[in-house]
């Protein structure tokens, strides 16, 4: 596609419910990353895949956090049994096969936990 | 892990005028961005500039590696450059640290 796609991009839900969401990289990144940015603050690295290699999830905060990548393709964040810290918005980015190459990032999913 | 600290936090500007945003590294980094995060969220890739010096239009950028800081230049600046410019290292294969932000407002 044209560019980084995540869904839904907006997301209320009670504490204690599970919550999916999507992110859609350019066609041909080898490379995917979640980042959580709470308000008002930088963004914080959470997980990052690359190829078929195990991913690095040494950002995931706890272990209500989860993410699957099936190949070059689609990539799922799951958080099991939201907490109310867990609002903030989710952004995914993409990138090709170097590692110095441009990130490019997604629109983001707003969560927000009741 | 690279630490990564951008001056100033805030910055109001008047339309028309001009600035310099500064990120400093702790350590070398082969992967630097900058990015400017617009009113709706939106993460926008300025430059990609671990080295040297480019220019886009009103913006232009200057990484000086050996003393781990970059410059982001905004020229005659207009209300739509308003948003959070962030900076962005990353050495080797790791993945991008990001700064805390400057947080830029022009009033017109």
């Known amino acids: 596609g044209a560019g980084v796609s995540q869904s839904p991009s907006n997301k209320v839900t009670e504490k204690g419910k599970d919550v999916e969401l999507r992110c859609d990289p350019i066609?041909?990144?080898?490379?995917l990353y979640w980042y959580r940015q709470r308000l008002g603050q930088g963004l914080e690295f959470l997980i990052y895949f690359q190829g078929n290699s195990a991913p690095d999830k040494s950002g995931l905060p706890s272990d209500r956090f989860s993410a699957e990548r099936t190949g070059e393709s689609v990539s799922t964040l799951t958080i099991q049994r939201t907490q109310q810290e867990d609002s903030a918005v989710y952004l995914c980015?993409?990138?090709?096969?170097?590692?110095?190459?441009?990130?490019?990032f997604g629109p983001g999913t707003r969560l927000t936990v009741l | 892990g690279i630490q990564v600290e951008q001056s100033p936090p805030d910055l109001i500007l008047q339309e028309g005028a001009n600035s310099t945003l500064r990120c400093n590294f702790s350590?070398?980094?082969?992967?630097l961005q900058w990015f400017h995060q617009n009113p709706w969220g939106q993460l926008i890739n300025l430059f990609y500039i671990p080295s040297g010096t480019k220019q886009n239009g009103r913006l232009s950028a200057t990484t000086v590696a050996t003393e781990r800081y970059s410059l982001l230049y905004i020229s005659s600046s207009q209300t739509t450059d308003s948003g959070v410019y962030f900076c962005a290292g990353a050495s080797g294969n790791t993945p991008l640290v990001f700064g805390k932000g400057t947080r830029l407002s022009v009033i017109a």
């Open positions: 980015a993409s990138r090709g096969l170097v590692s110095t190459d441009t990130q490019y």
């Open positions: 350590d070398s980094v082969n992967n």
């Open positions: 066609s041909g990144h080898t490379a």
